[in-house]
């Protein structure tokens, strides 16, 4: 399938999505209590139980979505789709099954599609943290929704 890019500019100042399953909480939190100087400087969101405990126990000031299961993630892969997320730290469990598998699946397919910044785990989130493309702006490639819409309706026999 030809797919038709473009570039996007991320700046300075990341938009940054904060995700974890509920036996992942506690890592998550500590790895934002690790990194608490670099992330305030960065808009900072996530799926709403993560958020709050991460608000609540770093002081750091987090934009709260749905929770995860009742519509957070998708909330999440709606804004990546408008580029509007940089970077996911989403520390997933990979020993627990979740009610909400479609929309975790849908999650990483679309911060994958978008070729976002993502984390799963500490050892990639303190490789993204300390990266100096975090610190510094930097321009991806990621699909033009625009263009491929056109071009689909053009090739779409009716
Ligand atoms: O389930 C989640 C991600 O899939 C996280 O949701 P909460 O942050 O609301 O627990």
Redesign the pocket.
């Known amino acids: 399938m030809y797919i038709v890019k473009k570039t996007v500019h991320v700046n300075k100042r990341k938009n940054i999505a904060l995700?974890?399953?509920?036996f992942k909480?506690d890592e998550l939190l500590n790895w934002t209590l690790k990194h608490k100087d670099i992330l305030k400087n960065h808009n900072l969101m996530?799926?709403?139980?993560?958020?709050?405990?991460i608000s609540q126990h770093t002081g750091l000031e987090v934009e709260k979505f749905?929770?995860?299961?009742?519509g957070?993630?998708q909330q999440l892969g709606a804004k990546i789709s408008e580029s509007l997320i940089d970077v996911l730290i989403?520390f997933?469990d990979p020993l627990e099954t979740?009610p909400?598998d479609p929309?975790?699946k849908a999650?990483l397919r679309i911060s994958t599609l978008y070729n976002i910044a993502i984390a799963n785990c500490e050892t990639s989130a303190d490789y993204i943290i300390t990266s100096p493309m975090f610190s510094g702006e930097y321009d991806i490639e990621i699909i033009d929704n625009l263009a491929n819409i056109e071009n689909r309706a053009e090739q779409i026999k009716l």
Do not use: E, M, N, Y
């Open positions: 995700v974890a399953h509920d909480k996530g799926t709403g139980t993560t958020a709050t405990i749905a929770s995860g299961p009742l957070g993630d989403f997933w979740q909400h929309d975790v999650l």
